[in-house]
C-alpha cells in the first residue's frame, strides 16, 4: 500500500509540474538528481546543417542539448556521434563544475544489433503480453571491456533478430565497440552503443515551423569532464521536458 500511495503522489507530481511547465509558455525542466531544476531563461538555434541547439539558465547554472536535427524523433546520447549531446555546466562561488555525455568506457548501458549471424538458439521466449521471459544468455567476446552478456532472440534458422536485454554490464567498454556473441557460428555482432555512466536520449516531439518553436523531452547520466574533486562524478537528470522553445536566429 505504502508503495502505490509514493507512486500516486510521484505521479500527482509530475502531472502538476507538466501543467505548470505548458501555463509558463515557454519552459524547461527536469529532476536533477532527484531535486526539481527549472530555467529561468531557455533558447534554441538551429544551424545551417539543421543542427538544434537548446540553452536552459538559471542564475548560477546552464543545461544545454544538442541533437543533430531538428526533425520529431529520439537522439541518443553518450554515444560515438557528437552531434548529439547533453552537458551542464555551473559556477558557485568561483567553483566550476562541467560535466557532459561524452564516450567513456564503463558499464555497458545499451547495444544494437549489426549482423545478425547464424546457428544461434534463443535466450528468451515471447509472452501473450508481448513480454520477452529470459533464461538464459550468451557471453561475448571482443571490444574494449569484458564481461558483457546479452539475452538474444532468433528466428526458426538460427538468425538472431534482436538483442532483448542486457544481463551483465560488464566493465571497461567505450561507445562503438563490436563484440561477437559466443556460440553460434561466432558471426553474430553487436556494437556497445553507450554506458552506464554517460548514456540518455532527447526527444524532439513537435516543430512548428511557422511559429519557430520546438517542444520535446529528455534524460541522461553525464560524466565530470573538468575533473574538479569538489564535483560529484556523475550528474543525473530525468523526466527533463521542454515545451515550445522560441527558436532564435543561428549563433
Not at 544538442?66 to 555546466?89: E, P, R
Amino acid at each position: 500500500m505504502k508503495k502505490l500511495v509514493s507512486l500516486f503522489i510521484i505521479a500527482v507530481f509530475f502531472s502538476s509540474c507538466q501543467e505548470d511547465l505548458q501555463t509558463n509558455n515557454p519552459g524547461f525542466q527536469g529532476l536533477k538528481d532527484d531535486v526539481l531544476w527549472r530555467s529561468n531563461d531557455t533558447r534554441a538555434y538551429v544551424s545551417p546543417s539543421g543542427a538544434l541547439t537548446i540553452e536552459a539558465q538559471t542564475e548560477y547554472e546552464n543545461v544545454t542539448l544538442n541533437t543533430s536535427s531538428i526533425s520529431v524523433g529520439k537522439y541518443v546520447l553518450g554515444t560515438t556521434n557528437a552531434a548529439n549531446l547533453a552537458s551542464y555546466s555551473s559556477s558557485f562561488n568561483d567553483v566550476s563544475m562541467e560535466y557532459a555525455t561524452e564516450p567513456v568506457p564503463g558499464q555497458v548501458y545499451s547495444v544494437s544489433l549489426v549482423n545478425t549471424g547464424s546457428g544461434y538458439t534463443s535466450d528468451c521466449d515471447l509472452q501473450t503480453n508481448n513480454q520477452y521471459v529470459c533464461d538464459s544468455a550468451h557471453n561475448t567476446t571482443g571490444g574494449s571491456g569484458s564481461g558483457l552478456t546479452v539475452a538474444i532472440v532468433t528466428n526458426a534458422a538460427g538468425l538472431v533478430t534482436s538483442v532483448v536485454r542486457v544481463v551483465a554490464r560488464g566493465n571497461g567498454y567505450l561507445p562503438g565497440d563490436i563484440v561477437t556473441v559466443t556460440s553460434g557460428n561466432l558471426n553474430c555482432k553487436i556494437r556497445v552503443e553507450n554506458v552506464q555512466n554517460s548514456n540518455g536520449e532527447i526527444e524532439i516531439t513537435a516543430y512548428d515551423n511557422v511559429n519557430q518553436t520546438v517542444t520535446g523531452k529528455f534524460k541522461f547520466n553525464a560524466v565530470n569532464t573538468n575533473n574538479n574533486p569538489f564535483a560529484e562524478p556523475i550528474v543525473n537528470f530525468q523526466y527533463g521536458e521542454f515545451y515550445k522553445i522560441p527558436i532564435y536566429p543561428s549563433l
